[in-house]
């Protein structure tokens, strides 16, 4: 069973800045999507960036110049960097793997954005 544990969620204010990881129990090449995703109260599960292994990574318009996705090979872990943080930024962040077009979610970390 594949393992992930997210982190680093947590209370910033507009115009701040959050590092999510989310370290995985498997090597990162066992997978064949990477992603974040996140639901804010009363919405529907959104994808925020995801990347297909050997493709290029894909942003959500409302994120695009402001989130970065990166990984760790060696770690066998994913970041999100989060930056300008808008208060409809807030949700909670989930961490998504694929292997077998079986998907695999961490538990989720929160992100609140509030002056």
């Known amino acids: 069973q594949v393992q992930l544990v997210e982190s680093g969620g947590g209370l910033v204010q507009p115009g701040g800045s959050l590092r999510l990881s989310c370290a995985t129990s498997?090597?990162?090449?066992?997978?064949?999507?990477l992603g974040w995703y996140r639901q804010a109260p009363g919405k529907e599960r959104e994808l925020v960036a995801r990347?297909?292994?050997?493709?290029?990574?894909n942003y959500a318009d409302s994120v695009q110049g402001r989130f970065t996705f990166s990984r760790d090979n060696a770690k066998n872990t994913v970041y999100l960097q989060m930056n300008s943080l808008k208060p409809e930024d807030t949700g909670v962040y989930l961490c998504?793997?694929?292997?077998?077009?079986?998907?695999?979610w961490g538990q989720g970390t929160q992100v609140t954005v509030s002056s």
């Open positions: 498997e090597s990162i090449f066992s997978f064949s999507a």
């Open positions: 990347i297909f292994i050997g493709g290029s990574i």
């Open positions: 998504n793997v694929r292997r077998f077009n079986i998907d695999y």
